[in-house]
């Protein structure tokens, strides 16, 4: 009998996986191959959150654990896939100058914001108040190092279909699904989470980003750029630039109106030409209180759920697996923060209003 069933092949079920490897507990991955928000992100590693000058919560913790658990990944598969990119931060006003100044020296975002701010710009951005730097970030090769994982499991691990809901058969202590018998199963759907009949009672309320591909010889090869918007180097002259941020729209579908903002936007920054190649989308798994989606299901003791990653999958998945393992395996208590149960009253009044 295997240990889990993931489903899901995104950051969510790829840093499950790991971990489950890690233990040494056998398990089968289901995932529909379609692109998810994990391929589609930027792939920013940044716990620092910029509009404030303020940490991410828990960032420093999620960022300590993040680090190592990508490196080994990349010592294990003889490959690299985090670029240790730093992030040019754009300035929009003079009174970014002393916030900035104070955030830099202060306990914790002294390690990643260096104090001075630079006003020599790099070939073909500009900025009218400067700009200042942020260390030791990054940026993680998203869909490469899911692709790597992916290619190295055997067809008997890995499952490329659409998961049947219908199909699982639920046991006081297993799930059997198309034959396959595991002690447990755990969601990591993304947004997909939506279509799940035990646990789309959870406020997950999801939010559409909107990005662009560029290409550009203006821009320096190993540099994010942010202001306004993120710009990102993917490949040689090929940039990400993104992305909008809607709670409205809950469809993938690329809209006249994100990418006017966008390019709106990314001409204020970058005064150099550029060529549109790409214009896409995906859904942000956001969750009401903007924290992630962890535990099990309250009725069912098989079913798990690992959601909720927001808009930081790339910082917070590797810590977060781990909390789930040790309260699957250990019965370890969750943070309060992350564990389902702080919605329960949405399970036990499924008509309470969250949107
Ligand atoms: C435009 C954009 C930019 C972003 N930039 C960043 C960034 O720079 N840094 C950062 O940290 N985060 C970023 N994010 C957020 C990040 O992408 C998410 O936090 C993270 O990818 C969520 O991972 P997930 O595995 O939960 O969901 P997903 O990546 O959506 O993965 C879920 C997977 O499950 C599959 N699935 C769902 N239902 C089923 C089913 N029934 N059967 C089989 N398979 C199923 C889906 O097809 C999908 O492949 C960005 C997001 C967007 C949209």
Redesign the pocket.
Known sequence: MKYAII???????FHYARQLQKQGKEFVL???G?S???R?????LNPTILKRYTLAWNGVNFFDHALPTYRNFEAEFHTSVLQDFSIHHYLSQVSDHNNWSVASHSKGLNRFLVPSILQSDPKGIQGDFGYAKLQNVGKLEVQKMLDIFRNHLTSKDFLKE??DYQALELYPEKVVYKGVEAKSIVF?????LK?NPWFSYLPLTGSK?E?LHIRTDGLAPNKIVKGGVFIVPIAKNLYWV??TFSREDKTTQPTEKGKEWLLTKLKKLLHHPFKVVEHRA????TVQDRRPLLGVHPQYKQLYVF?G???????MGPLLADWLFQFMEYQKDLPSEVAIDRFETYFSNPKTPYV
């Open positions: 489903v899901g092949c995104g950051l969510a079920g289901i995932s529909d379609a998810g928000a994990s589609n992100a930027g792939g920013v659409s998961f990591c759907e993304g947004f997909g279509q980003g990005f993104g992305a995906a859904i942000r798994p959601n990653l927001g808009t930081r999958g790339v910082l």
